[in-house]
């Protein structure tokens, strides 16, 4: 079965560069999430998106914006990177309900120098 | 607001004896309860969910746990661990009207030992 996709798996970005994620939801998903976490560190939700706009937002900073496109892919866009935006970034899909589960992409690894 | 709390953050157990992993939320609306396993290197996999109907929950890889109101607890169990079993678990907790967003627990590693 197809699962969420997240590219890149890997990211090495220097202080104050700009980095770019990108998720790609399981086929009918309508729903994404992202979620960061830290080393050792449960997953913390960023924010999340329905039929491409904002449905909730959790503790993502200002430096950090996403949307949610026409074919339900998303994106995460960073900027001014800081030493303690190194963390694992999670992608999940679900279809739309607070029941539904949520399918967990295998994340993006980023690392700032 | 809502949030769970896993007791011990590192669990060991001999192969073939008995796991259990436990988790207390706190919640003022019903919550849903959801448990995801972490293997290195890897993405958060569901285990299994409760939501509504029945408090004793089935899930894969022969975990099984049990909605309990009374105590506010969604402890994990398997009655023979295996080696594969070793990895990181989360529990989570979301709720009617909360936008579906996941509150983790810190999480439990589990190590199997033989």
């Known amino acids: 079965a197809a699962g969420v996709i997240q590219s890149p798996r890997h990211l090495i970005k220097e202080k104050r560069e700009t980095a770019t994620l990108k998720c790609y939801p399981i086929?009918?998903?309508?729903?994404v999430y992202w979620y960061q976490q830290g080393p050792g560190q449960d997953p913390q939700f960023l924010i999340s998106?329905?039929?491409?706009?904002?449905?909730d937002k959790g503790s993502i900073p200002d430096r950090f914006s996403a949307q949610q496109f026409s074919d339900y892919h998303s994106e995460l866009n960073m900027s001014s990177l800081e030493l303690g935006d190194s963390a694992l970034y999670f992608c999940?899909?679900?279809?739309?309900?607070?029941?539904?589960?949520?399918?967990f992409g295998p994340g993006t690894r980023l690392l700032v120098l | 607001a809502q949030s769970v709390t896993q007791l011990g953050s590192h669990v060991s157990v001999s192969e073939g004896a008995l796991v259990l992993l436990r988790c207390n939320y706190s919640?003022?609306?019903?919550?849903?309860l959801f448990w995801y396993v972490q293997y290195p290197n890897q993405g958060l996999q569901l285990l299994l969910k409760?939501?509504?109907?029945?408090?004793l929950v089935k899930g894969i890889n022969g975990f099984e746990a049990e909605f309990k109101k009374s105590e506010t607890s969604f402890h994990l169990t398997k009655p023979s661990a295996h080696m594969s079993d070793a990895a990181e678990y989360f529990c989570?907790?979301?709720?009617?009207?909360?936008?579906?967003?996941?509150?983790f627990g810190t999480g439990t590693q589990l190590k199997v030992e033989l």
């Open positions: 999940a899909s679900s279809t739309a309900g607070t029941m539904e589960t949520q399918y």
């Open positions: 086929p009918r998903h309508d729903t």
């Open positions: 998106f329905y039929e491409k706009m904002q449905s």
């Open positions: 919640s003022s609306v019903p919550p849903y």
């Open positions: 409760y939501t509504t109907g029945a408090t």
């Open positions: 989570a907790v979301t709720f009617t009207g909360g936008g579906n967003k996941l509150t």
